[in-house]
């Protein structure tokens, strides 16, 4: 029996901006240029950056797409 269902995949593009006092990313589908995601997190206090990959990871666990 065939399945005459297609896969369909969308390529994403990722984009992040990181500062000491939080951090903003979206993902955009590349063909449309459509906003798929957009999340704005503030950090509750400024991080230092010896810290900082402990947040944007904690973040990005929480935030998997």
């Given at each position: 029996?065939?399945?005459?269902n297609q896969?369909?995949?969308i ?7 990181v500062c ?9 589908n590349i063909?449309?240029k459509?906003?798929i995601?957009?999340?704005s ?7 230092d ?15 998997p797409?």
């Open positions: 029996m065939t399945n005459n896969l369909h995949t390529s994403k593009k990722l984009s992040i901006q000491l006092d939080g951090l903003s990313f979206f993902t955009q063909a449309s459509e906003v995601t957009y999340k997190i503030p950090f509750e206090q400024k991080v950056p010896a810290k900082l990959l402990g947040e944007v990871t904690t973040i990005f666990n929480a935030y797409e």
